[in-house]
């Protein structure tokens, strides 16, 4: 890296501003993604037990029961967690954390349309062994296969809210 | 409990199977019930003990159906509300143990302090006040929602006035962007960079000085 014959020199934070991210930074994302939601359904899920408890011995016996309704809940749950998230403003978040950001070719978010395209594009990736996820280390353009079928790019968006020149501000003032 | 139970069967009994279906149903169907009418008939009794009968409350049926919440959870079944915090800890544990290294060791440690101080204090709280429904339980119902109000005004109250929290909330907006958040944001990128010339090195694909932007071309 310092010699400057083989590759060139990683660029600077800022100058990544408004390129496509990683594969490392994107993982981190997806993996904060993941714990918060299994943390919001494991939550509810545990209450929804605590009230069925509570209410055991009071004598309702209802015939009719499905865990694929817990089932359907939980795709419900996730999938408008992501939709929701990327139509808004383009970032879960995880991604939020990690300062990247879902976007279109324009620069804006992606339509709710899409974003269930992306959606889906994310089960193709996941069963096809995370091989749609593994192809960002392989593509030209930084994207996964939910990104092809989407249409969308994954950006470094880290300059949105200043939040150190702020900090540096109220500290100097 | 359950064995009381003639619509539980036998397998049921031995194997306690636990239906989110049934859950949700039961909460409605079971708040509903309790609160149209077996705490009618404990609210009359009660209200005749003090000479004054149930206008003196004048619920509606929504209110007494929310009320066999309160009093389920506060009267019914007090070991429960502390089994809560108790098991939520349990769970949160392996979540804060994960999120660790993305916010630091320090501020995680900070952030768990004050919640799990605010879990036992609340937790401690309920018991007390649970304890003091058993013990009267005649008139479990209006101190159920005594002990309802006390404890939320109480939680609200400790929420308000503490000046570590303020710290947290400060820490979150201003410091956390300025100092953990960044870092892991940089380690990101470095290893995006670093992973990607690793591969490209592999597929020998020429290296470049920059990532791609988004173009409607491709």
Redesign the interface.
């Known amino acids: 890296m310092t010699d400057g014959s083989?590759?060139?020199?990683?660029?600077v934070?800022q100058?990544?501003q408004?390129?496509?991210?990683?594969?490392?930074?994107r993982l981190?994302a997806y993996l904060?993604d993941v714990?918060i939601l299994?943390?919001i359904i494991?939550?509810g899920?545990?209450v929804?037990?605590?009230?069925?408890?509570?209410?055991?011995?009071?004598?309702?016996?209802?015939p009719?029961?499905?865990?694929a309704?817990?089932a359907a809940?939980t795709v419900w749950v996730i999938g408008g967690y992501y939709v929701i998230s990327w139509s808004l403003t383009g970032r879960t978040v995880g991604k939020a954390?990690?300062?990247v950001k879902v976007?279109?070719?324009?620069?804006r978010p992606p339509s709710i349309g899409r974003s269930f395209l992306r959606l889906f594009g994310y089960a193709v990736s996941t069963l096809a062994l995370f091989a749609g996820y593994f192809w960002i280390?392989?593509d030209?353009?930084?994207?996964g296969w939910h990104d092809h079928i989407a249409g969308t790019?994954v950006?470094?968006d880290?300059n949105r809210?200043k939040?150190?020149e702020?900090?540096e501000t109220?500290v100097d003032s | 409990?359950?064995s009381?139970?003639p619509?539980?069967s036998d397998s049921e009994q031995t194997e306690p199977k636990?239906?989110?279906?049934?859950?949700?149903?039961?909460?409605i169907?079971?708040?509903v019930?309790?609160g149209a009418e077996g705490l009618r008939a404990a609210d009359a009794a009660a209200g005749a003990e003090e000479g004054s009968a149930a206008d003196a409350v004048g619920f509606s049926a929504t209110l007494e159906s929310a009320t066999a919440?309160i009093v389920?959870?506060a009267v019914?079944?007090p070991d429960?509300i502390v089994s809560?915090f108790d098991?939520?800890d349990r769970?949160?544990a392996p979540?804060r143990t994960?999120?660790r290294p993305?916010v630091g060791a320090l501020r995680q440690s900070f952030v768990g302090r004050v919640v799990g101080e605010l879990g036992t204090n609340t937790a401690a709280e309920a018991a007390r006040l649970a304890a003091v429904g058993r013990a009267e339980i005649n008139q479990g119902r209006r101190l159920a929602i005594t002990a309802y109000n006390e404890a939320v005004d109480g939680f609200i109250e400790q929420l308000s006035g503490r000046q570590s929290l303020d710290d947290l909330v400060s820490d979150q907006?201003?410091?956390?962007?300025?100092g953990a958040?960044?870092e892991?944001?940089?380690t990101?990128?470095?290893?995006?960079?670093l992973?990607?010339?690793m591969?490209r090195r592999v597929?020998r694909r020429p290296?470049?000085?920059?990532?791609?932007?988004?173009?409607?071309a491709?």
Request: net charge neutral.
């Open positions: 083989s590759a060139p020199e990683r660029p934070l100058q990544l408004g390129t496509t991210a990683g594969f490392v930074t981190l904060l714990v299994t943390a494991a939550f899920g545990w929804a037990l605590l009230l069925d408890d509570l209410f055991k011995d009071a004598g309702f016996d209802l009719t029961s499905s865990a309704v817990f809940l954390v990690l300062g976007v279109m070719p324009n620069g280390l392989v030209e353009n930084r994207k790019w950006v470094y880290w809210r939040k150190g702020i900090y109220m | 409990m359950s009381e139970n619509t539980v636990w239906d989110p279906y049934r859950a949700v149903v039961r909460l169907a079971g708040g019930s309790l919440l389920g959870v019914e079944t429960r809560l098991t939520a769970v949160m979540v994960a999120a993305v907006t201003l410091g956390v962007g300025k958040v960044e892991v944001r940089e990101g990128a470095a290893a995006d960079w992973s990607e010339s591969f597929l290296p470049r000085s920059m990532p791609p932007k988004p173009s409607p491709t």
